[in-house]
């Protein structure tokens, strides 16, 4: 039982255009989430976090926004660079300061010169 | 730099041998975690210690045990490797009470 899915495996965007990386989640207990990225051969780092009494958090090139209702979360990236192409996950918790984490299977970015 | 290390970053075992896996950590944090990665699939947490308090998922298997150690070592033994725990296992760490947590690159499981 997948409580957090990335449906979409794989994406491809233009330098200088918006990515968009979309994560649904189906445990209505989940109360913060995160984005984290991956490059080949390193683990995965943190990238960007909210919690759900936030609807968007940004960070630089990197905005997330969450809609409760829907329990839907995006990643923004703009412009995306070729640096971004990575794999990234989207990962949730029952609450902030909660370490257990729950993955999604991931999203691969490519980003085209 | 403050890192979180894995050794070896590939092993290969036999079917039934048993293996262990090692994590070191310099960011002095107090949690550390072992997930399991399947091809395509999310990672899995296999459980998770604080501090010396270990923390076993109700789904990890028996065959599956852990050791730390100290704060800074802690290991993966899998007792009778099956070709079905062919995986990449990621160690992780954070400070309690943080989401946040550092990875480090993993170790690439073989079972032939």
């Known amino acids: 039982d997948q409580q957090v899915k990335q449906n979409s495996p794989s994406l491809s965007v233009q330098e200088g255009r918006i990515s968009i990386l979309n994560c649904d989640y189906t445990n209505s207990m989940f109360d913060y989430f995160l984005w984290y990225k991956k490059y080949p051969a390193e683990g995965p780092t943190f990238l960007i976090s909210?919690?759900?009494?936030?609807d968007k958090n940004e960070d630089g090139r990197f905005t997330v926004f969450l809609n409760k209702s829907a329990k839907h979360l995006s990643l923004h990236i703009v412009p995306s660079q070729p640096g971004d192409s990575a794999v990234y996950f989207c990962a949730a918790s029952p609450f902030f300061g909660n370490e257990k984490l729950t993955f999604g299977t991931g999203t691969r970015l490519t980003i085209i010169p | 730099d403050a890192m979180v290390i894995q050794n070896p970053r590939y092993q290969v075992t036999q079917f039934g041998k048993p293996v262990t896996l090692s994590c070191s950590q310099t960011l002095n944090h107090n949690v550390m975690y072992w997930y399991q990665q399947k091809s395509s699939q999310a990672p899995k947490l296999l459980f998770h210690y604080y501090d010396k308090d270990f923390n076993n998922e109700a789904d990890t298997p028996d065959n599956f045990q852990s050791r730390r150690p100290n704060t800074s070592f802690c290991f993966l033994d899998i007792r009778s490797p099956g070709l079905g725990d062919a995986a990449m296992y990621l160690c992780?760490?954070?400070?309690?009470?943080?989401?946040?947590?550092?990875f480090g690159p993993g170790t690439r499981l073989t079972v032939l």
């Open positions: 992780a760490t954070s400070r309690i009470a943080s989401n946040e947590q550092f």
């Open positions: 909210i919690s759900s009494i936030k």
